[in-house]
């Protein structure tokens, strides 16, 4: 089976990026992942659909994550610290927000494991750790597996897809707000009546997501409305490590403490 073409790129990324993450990482990333960030550094790649055995339907691959300001692995990573394993990192997504990992942990360097969210939170729940079923050995393998929606199984799951995308669409337009950090539409969302408590396909608030991409301003009109902590202050805090450009989260961290205290 041939590689997967690649679309929506965002590199070349350079290596000293590269090297910097890895250290916070503390560890070297597999060669093949290395080489995919140094040249694409985030990609949609073109077939995008593999098979779980343990799920009775295909699954896709939406996009590969890079360490760019769109799709930045380390805003999963803080996101979806509490839930994953710090021996896997995220480095792409499905549709509906779920995740797929790569091990970091000596056992089994480098293979690639499928994160369902909706299953982790009930493992939660339920004081289980999260189970992750394992997709492939390594990430060429990962690429290797992916194949075009052919079959009816997999047109269904499209038009599944399609049909949630629909029903998301206030959802979405509060996810466009926050990625395009506009403060007057959020304003505006707001006075429309959308809930501001409103909890994302990845169980985040708006404040949460807001502290996640490290946007004061946002943080701030939030606060001023009555939004609930929650886990903002210590997403921004833990963002703090990775240094992201264009992103205040030590300054959010000072704003939150302040206003936890008010609370």
């Known amino acids: ?15 000293e990026t590269l090297l910097e993450f890895e250290k916070v990482l503390g560890v070297t990333l597999p060669e ?4 995919f960030l140094l040249q694409f550094n985030g990609a949609a790649p073109v077939p995008n659909v593999f098979q779980l055995d343990e799920y009775d339907e295909e699954l896709d691959c939406l996009y590969i994550l890079g360490l760019n300001e769109n799709t930045d692995i380390r805003q999963f990573m803080t996101v979806h610290k509490d ?15 779920n995740l797929i990992c790569l091990s970091i942990a000596e056992r089994d360097f480098g293979a690639v494991y499928f994160f369902d969210l909706r299953q982790a939170a009930q493992e939660d729940r339920a004081g289980k750790a999260a189970s992750l079923p394992m997709i492939a050995a390594s990430f060429d393998q990962f690429l290797d597996t992916l194949k075009d929606p052919l079959d009816t199984e997999a047109q269904s799951f499209g038009v599944a897809k399609i049909e949630e995308e629909t029903d998301r669409e206030e959802e979405s337009e509060a996810a466009r707000i926050l990625q395009e950090r ?17 909890i994302d396909e990845n169980y985040l ?37 990775f240094n992201y450009p264009d992103a205040d989260h030590r300054g959010i961290v000072e704003h939150l403490k302040r206003y936890r205290s008010e609370e």
């Open 1 to 15: 089976m041939s590689a997967p073409a690649f679309f929506d790129t965002c590199g070349p990324l350079p290596a």
């Open 205 to 241: 608030t708006l404040l949460e997501n807001a502290a996640t991409i490290g946007d004061l301003e946002m943080v701030r009109l939030l606060t001023s409305r009555g939004a609930k902590l929650e886990a903002a202050l210590s997403i921004a805090q833990d963002a703090v490590k």
């Open 32 to 35: 093949e992942f290395r080489e």
């Open 182 to 198: 506009d403060v007057e539409a959020m304003e505006a969302l707001l006075d429309s009546g959308y809930n501001i408590e409103e």
């Open 83 to 97: 839930s994953l394993s710090p021996s896997y990192i995220p480095i792409a997504c499905d549709s509906f927000g």
